[in-house]
């Protein structure tokens, strides 16, 4: 708060600090009663930025690290954003392991790709074979991640982790050791200490799993297919397949982040943002509005939910306002699919998740912003093509399915108790043609 013009130059810079070395947002109040008034006579330090640090852990921490490891015989490593630098640091310390890769949300930009021990995503919206590589190890290796699910933490395995953030260790699971320290940095000082493990068996059943796993999430995305609504899997795969090689990508909170995590293909230099901590609905279009004003050059696409696209529809105006060419591509499956989902795993009749939506796609053009409607899947892949080749903003609204089933097996089947009260309950209220449609959709494929 500056409530006097001479505390401008330290409040400003004590905030750039905050907001640099903290990596998150600092916020500045100016009293209105000085807004005109002349700042203050203090010069601005000369370098008011800092340069980041790479925190090294003692030496003691990486003796314990290489001690951990060596004695186990099937690791796993999950990878969260606090592997961003660190992807052949990770790689290597993998093959030395032979260890399968397994990240949270937040690592899949950082790790995912060019990784021949990735073996996907676990956590409540990833799927089974990330789940079963944490569960098969003895021995955990958590590197730069705050994984809030404790139900998918292994049972029975020795868990080490690596955090720059002294606070977040041991927050979600019980350690038999925490190391504070950049990961890249722990990295770099361990992997050549270690002895390295000869018998890759959990690595290949791991590895084996995921290629399973990733065939049938592949396959419910597949090209050839005619139903409508058009499949959302069919439509991410689309939007990776066609955006440019350094897209970046939002996602918003409930289905979308689903697809993003599944059929987004990372490569280094792609980016996906989410409201990942938050989980704050409505967050991919103001995402995507703020990404393209910091970098105007890059392609922007906000893979939004037509529930959160609607939530904050009226910042469609700041994307013609300021001529941003944010490729808007809409999931718009007139559902708030996410809540209605839990709600059926509940147990309960969802209520008030149903959206009766106007064609977003000719408000759009009825506010000079270019907008494609598309129904038929055969129609998707040049549409989508069409609307990102275009010099400008554009609004893709892709009517999809509602009877998608997003979690992944274990939920599934924990739940199924959930699902089999909705059941009897929708029968009950006469909804049973739901019941149909949910398992018409399950099955079909
Ligand atoms: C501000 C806010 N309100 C409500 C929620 C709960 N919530 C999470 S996902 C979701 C539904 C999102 O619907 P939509 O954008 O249409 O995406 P879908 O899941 O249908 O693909 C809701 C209501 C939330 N996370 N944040």
């Known amino acids: 708060m500056i409530s006097d013009p001479a505390q401008v130059p330290r409040i400003v810079e004590t905030a750039i600090r905050e907001a640099v070395s903290k990596q998150g947002v600092a916020v500045i109040v100016i009293s209105g009663d000085i807004a005109l008034k002349e700042a203050g006579p203090a010069a601005p330090s000369a370098k008011p930025v800092p340069r980041l640090p790479r925190v090294c852990p003692v030496e003691a921490d990486i003796d314990e690290l290489v001690e951990l ?39 899949k930009e950082h790790v995912e790709w060019d990784n021949p021990y990735d073996v996907g ?81 959990h690595l290949n059943t791991a590895v084996r799993h995921y290629t399973k796993a ?31 090689d350094d897209a970046i990508f939002t996602c918003d909170v409930g289905e979308p982040t689903v697809w993003a995590a599944r059929y987004l293909k990372m490569n280094g230099r792609r980016r996906l943002v989410g409201s990942f901590l938050h989980g704050s609905m409505a967050n991919a279009m103001p995402q995507a509005i703020g990404v393209q004003l910091g970098l105007p050059k890059r392609q922007v696409i906000s893979m939004s939910g037509d529930g959160g696209f609607g939530m ?51 408000m759009a053009e009825s506010m000079g912003i270019y907008g494609v409607r598309v129904e038929e899947p055969g129609q998707l892949k040049s549409a989508l093509a069409t609307a990102f080749a275009h010099d400008g903003p554009a609004v893709i609204d892709v009517l999809t399915d509602r009877q998608e089933l997003v979690m992944p097996p274990k939920i599934k089947l924990e739940q199924a108790k959930g699902f089999s009260l909705w059941m009897m309950k929708a029968v009950l209220n006469g909804q049973a043609t739901e019941i149909v449609d949910v398992a018409r959709t399950a099955f079909a494929r």
């Open 69 to 107: 490891l060596d004695s186990g015989r099937k690791t796993t490593i999950l990878c969260g954003a606090g592997c961003a630098g660190a992807h052949d640091e990770v790689v290597a310390l993998a093959a030395k392991l032979k260890a399968p890769v397994v990240h949270a949300l937040r690592g």
């Open 312 to 362: 904050l529809m009226g910042d469609l105006l700041t994307v013609r306002q300021s001529k941003l060419p944010v490729k808007i591509v809409i999931f718009n499956n007139g559902l708030l699919g996410f809540v209605d989902i839990e709600m059926k795993a509940g147990g309960f009749l969802p209520s008030g998740t149903r959206l009766d939506n106007p064609d977003f796609a000719s």
């Open 214 to 244: 990733r065939k049938e999430l592949d396959d419910l995305a597949n090209e050839d297919s005619k139903h409508t609504p058009i499949h959302p899997q069919l439509l991410a795969k689309l939007v990776s397949d066609l955006a440019s």
């Open 121 to 201: 995503m676990t956590g409540l919206i990833g799927f089974s074979s990330g789940y079963h590589a944490m569960e098969a190890c003895d021995t955990l290796l958590m590197l730069g991640t705050d994984f809030p699910y404790r139900q998918f933490y292994p049972t029975k395995a020795r868990i080490a982790q690596v955090d720059i953030r002294g606070e977040n260790l041991g927050r979600r699971c019980r350690l038999d050791l925490g190391v504070i320290g950049d990961v890249r940095e722990v990295l770099s000082r361990l992997t050549d200490r270690l002895s390295g493990q000869a018998d890759d068996t």
